[in-house]
């Protein structure tokens, strides 16, 4: 399974005084608390962790079919740079699953510009492809002309390709649309995972 | 505080994340806060907040996790309300 975030990091809100604690105390671990006091550039810090969150819980709800989010329930490891985070090299690492229902995934995150792109994997072995899409309609015509994109009711989206199956994840965010898939064929899932499939909004 | 005001103070505090506008016209309590209103997630927690504070409650990560639709952040609003009369 694979899941996958953007942030564009001007965007990312730059929290001040009494809510910026209160946030970080609903969202991030103690352990988290610390990597970002310690960082020098703590709200890049955070949107980074808020970002494998983000990834962890799209392969989370693919492997329990559960759609609660509590975003201390995935707790983030990694080492950081000296800097607090490189803006130039990726920053990989590890994350997992308080209840202890799944392994710890590693997850992989990198910074072009102005945007953070990360994503988690369950089988690392597999192979992915990705593409970026600059505009709404761009990615609209994509789609049409390749994948009969679809989402479940619990909003999880794949894609049928020429007949097959595809596990997908998709992210957006600063007017740039993230798409990353494997691309052989995954297992069909459950009939329960199609029984109440809704077309793709977009 | 009635039903309806909550709604109210509710739909105030959610209007400045919403991103789709035709979705917040046709409010309904089904209405998915992310999936229908396109709030971000990280706004969800701002939600949260602004909650807390427009309320006075505080709301734990139990509720917070519940808190998917319009519906339920108002049976969790009303019901953390009714503990505190």
Same mark, same amino acid.
Request: hydrophobic content about 35%; some cysteine; glycine content about 4%.
């Given at each position: 399974?694979?899941?996958?975030?953007l942030?564009?990091l001007p965007d990312?809100p730059?929290?001040?005084?009494?809510?910026?604690k209160?946030?970080r105390?609903k969202v991030f671990?103690a352990k988290?608390?610390s990597l970002i006091?310690?960082?020098e550039q703590?709200y890049?810090?955070?949107?980074l962790?808020?970002?494998?969150k983000?990834?962890?819980?799209k392969?989370?709800?693919k492997?329990t079919?559960?759609p609660?989010y509590? !975003?201390?329930?995935?707790?983030?490891?990694t080492?950081?740079?000296?800097?607090?985070?490189s803006q130039a090299?990726?920053?990989?690492?590890?994350?997992s699953?308080e209840?202890?229902?799944l392994s710890?995934?590693p997850f992989?995150s990198?910074?072009?510009n102005d =945007?953070?792109a990360t994503?988690?994997?369950? &089988?690392?072995?597999q192979?992915?492809s990705?593409?970026?899409?600059?505009?709404?309609? &761009?990615?609209i015509?994509?789609?049409a002309?390749t994948?009969?994109?679809?989402?479940?009711t619990?909003n999880i !989206?794949?894609?049928?390709?020429?007949?097959?199956y595809?596990?997908?994840?998709?992210?957006?965010d600063g007017g740039?649309?993230?798409?990353?898939?494997f691309?052989e !064929?995954?297992?069909?899932?459950?009939?329960e995972?199609?029984?109440?499939t809704n077309?793709?909004?977009? | 505080?009635?039903?309806?005001?909550i709604?109210?103070q509710?739909k105030t505090?959610?209007?400045?994340y919403?991103q789709?506008q035709?979705?917040f016209e046709n409010?309904?309590?089904?209405t998915?806060?992310?999936?229908d209103l396109?709030v971000?997630?990280?706004?969800?927690?701002?939600?949260?907040l602004?909650?807390?504070e427009? =309320?006075d409650?505080e709301i734990?990560?139990?509720a917070a996790e519940?808190?998917?639709t319009?519906?339920?952040?108002?049976?969790?609003?009303?019901?953390?309300?009714?503990?505190?009369d």
């Amino acid at each position: 399974m694979i899941g996958n975030d953007l942030i564009y990091l001007p965007d990312w809100p730059q929290r001040q005084g009494l809510r910026l604690k209160r946030f970080r105390a609903k969202v991030f671990t103690a352990k988290e608390l610390s990597l970002i006091e310690e960082a020098e550039q703590p709200y890049f810090i955070e949107a980074l962790l808020w970002s494998v969150k983000e990834a962890a819980y799209k392969v989370w709800l693919k492997a329990t079919h559960r759609p609660a989010y509590n !975003p201390k329930n995935f707790e983030v490891q990694t080492e950081l740079s000296p800097s607090g985070g490189s803006q130039a090299k990726p920053t990989e690492g590890l994350v997992s699953f308080e209840d202890g229902s799944l392994s710890p995934y590693p997850f992989y995150s990198t910074q072009e510009n102005d =945007f953070l792109a990360t994503y988690v994997l369950q &089988q690392t072995e597999q192979p992915f492809s990705e593409s970026f899409w600059r505009t709404k309609q &761009q990615c609209i015509l994509h789609q049409a002309r390749t994948w009969k994109l679809q989402k479940n009711t619990l909003n999880i !989206p794949y894609a049928i390709y020429q007949n097959r199956y595809l596990e997908l994840s998709l992210s957006h965010d600063g007017g740039l649309f993230w798409y990353i898939w494997f691309t052989e !064929p995954q297992p069909l899932p459950t009939q329960e995972f199609f029984s109440q499939t809704n077309n793709h909004k977009n | 505080m009635t039903e309806q005001e909550i709604q109210d103070q509710l739909k105030t505090v959610i209007e400045p994340y919403v991103q789709n506008q035709e979705a917040f016209e046709n409010l309904t309590k089904e209405t998915q806060l992310m999936e229908d209103l396109e709030v971000n997630s990280a706004h969800l927690v701002d939600i949260i907040l602004d909650l807390e504070e427009a =309320f006075d409650v505080e709301i734990d990560d139990e509720a917070a996790e519940k808190m998917l639709t319009v519906g339920a952040a108002l049976n969790i609003v009303q019901e953390l309300l009714n503990a505190k009369d």
